[in-house]
C-alpha cells in the first residue's frame, strides 16, 4: 500500500461537520453509492489531489481492474507502480487545450472498458474527462480539494453544471444543495509543543513542482531567516537559482525527500496539500509559504485559505514574506503534529508524495 494513503485514511470517515470550518448537518456521502470492488476511473492531477484520491480508494476499496488517470511524476510512479493506470501529458491550471488533449487520450479507455464509478478530486485535467465520462453514461463523482475551504475551483465551479457529475466538498461550511459535505481529513489532527529549539537547525526548503510558476520570495524570506551553521536543503521546481547555499534540487524523487523531511529539524514549504499532508505523516509541523497570484507565483490565491486554516488550529505556522522572523522556524522545529486516536497507526510508512501541483 502506497504511503500516500497513510496520513489520509480518515478523509469522510466521518459525517460530523468539521470543527475547524463551524457547523453544518451532512447526509450520508455520496461516495457510499459507489460499492467495494468496483471499477473505477480515477481521475486526477499529482500532488495532493493524488494524495487525496488514493484515500477515496482505500475507502472504497475498487475492483483491480479499476484504472488511474493522472500525469507521470516520481510520485505518480511510486504510487501507481502496481495498479492500471494511464498517464496524460500536464495540464496546468487554465490550459484548456491540454485538457482536451488529455480527454481524447481517455476517450479509447472510456470505448475499450466498462467502468462502475469515475471519481476526481482535480484540478484541470477533471474538467474534460469527468463529462465525457459522465456524458458516457458513467455514475462520475467530484469531490473538491482540501484546499478550497472557501469555495469550490474554477474546475469545480465548472463540473457542478454538467449533468450527471455529482460535487462534494470537505468543507462544511460552504456545503450546500449543489455541494455535500464529505468530510475532512484535518479532523482532529492536534499538536504537541516541546520546548522551543535553540541553535543551529536542519531546514528543508520545498517550494513544489508547478510550472512554470518561480517563487522568488519564498527563496529570499529563508535567506534572510539562515544562521552561519544551519544546514539547508532547497527543493525548488521552477524557481531555478545559483545563489544558495547548501543542497540544491530542482526536484528530488518521492523516497528522497521522505528521508530529507524526517532528518529535518523544520520544514518550509510553499502551501500546498501534498506538501502540508506528507510533513503531517512524518509529524513535521511545517512553514508554509503561501504563493500568491500578484507575484505571479500561481494561478489564483487559493494557497492562503489552507494556510490559514491550519494556522488557525496550530497544524502549521504561516511565513510573512515581508517581515520574516527566524523565531519562526524555531517554534516549528519545537512541535509535533499527531494523528487523531483512530489514527491506522500501525501501518507501515512508505516512500511519500512530492508535493502538489495544484
Known amino acids: 500500500m502506497s504511503a500516500l494513503s497513510v496520513p489520509l485514511r480518515r478523509f469522510a470517515d466521518t459525517h460530523e461537520p468539521m470543527p475547524l470550518t463551524g457547523s453544518a448537518s451532512s447526509p450520508a456521502s455520496m461516495l457510499d453509492e459507489i460499492p467495494r470492488g468496483a471499477k ?84 484541470g485535467v477533471a474538467a474534460t474527462i469527468l463529462p465525457l465520462a459522465a456524458w458516457t453514461g458513467i455514475p462520475t463523482y467530484y469531490v473538491e480539494s482540501l484546499a478550497r475551504p472557501h469555495g469550490p475551483s474554477t474546475t469545480g465551479r465548472i463540473l457542478a453544471h454538467v449533468p450527471r457529475v455529482r460535487t462534494a466538498t470537505q468543507y462544511a461550511s460552504w456545503a450546500d444543495s449543489r455541494w455535500s459535505y464529505a468530510g475532512s481529513i484535518l479532523q482532529d489532527w492536534s499538536v504537541e509543543q516541546g520546548p522551543v529549539k535553540e541553535g543551529p537547525l536542519k531546514i528543508l526548503v520545498t517550494l513544489g513542482t508547478i510550472a512554470p510558476y518561480r517563487f522568488d520570495r519564498a527563496v529570499d524570506a529563508v535567506l534572510s531567516m539562515l544562521g552561519p551553521q544551519d544546514e539547508v536543503v532547497w527543493q525548488l521546481g521552477s ?8 543542497e540544491v534540487h530542482d526536484q528530488v524523487s518521492v523516497e528522497r525527500l521522505t528521508a530529507l523531511s524526517s532528518a529535518a529539524d523544520v520544514v518550509v514549504a510553499h502551501s500546498g496539500v501534498g506538501s502540508v499532508l506528507q510533513q503531517f505523516s512524518l509529524g513535521k509541523s511545517p512553514v508554509l509559504a503561501v504563493r500568491r497570484s500578484a507575484h505571479q ?18 497544524l502549521a505556522g504561516v511565513l510573512d514574506l515581508d517581515r520574516p522572523s527566524r523565531q519562526l522556524l524555531l517554534e516549528a522545529a519545537s512541535r509535533t503534529v499527531v494523528p487523531p486516536p483512530s489514527f491506522c497507526s500501525d501501518l507501515e510508512l512508505e516512500p511519500g508524495a512530492t508535493a502538489d501541483r495544484s
Open 40 to 123: 473505477v476511473l480515477w481521475v486526477t492531477s499529482t500532488g495532493g489531489h493524488l494524495a487525496e484520491l488514493n484515500l477515496i480508494a482505500e475507502r472504497i476499496q475498487p475492483s483491480a481492474g479499476s484504472r488511474w488517470v493522472t500525469f507521470e511524476t516520481a510520485q505518480s510512479i511510486d504510487a501507481l507502480q502496481d495498479r492500471p493506470h494511464l498517464f496524460v501529458d500536464y495540464v496546468s491550471p487554465r490550459d484548456v487545450r491540454a485538457a482536451v488533449r488529455a480527454a481524447r487520450k481517455v476517450l479509447p479507455l472510456l470505448r475499450r472498458e466498462r467502468f462502475d464509478a469515475c471519481v476526481s478530486t482535480g484540478a
Open 297 to 314: 507565483e500561481h494561478v489564483d490565491d487559493h494557497q492562503t485559505g489552507l494556510a490559514e486554516t491550519l494556522s488557525a488550529h496550530g
Open 239 to 246: 524557481t531555478t537559482r545559483t545563489d544558495l547555499p547548501g
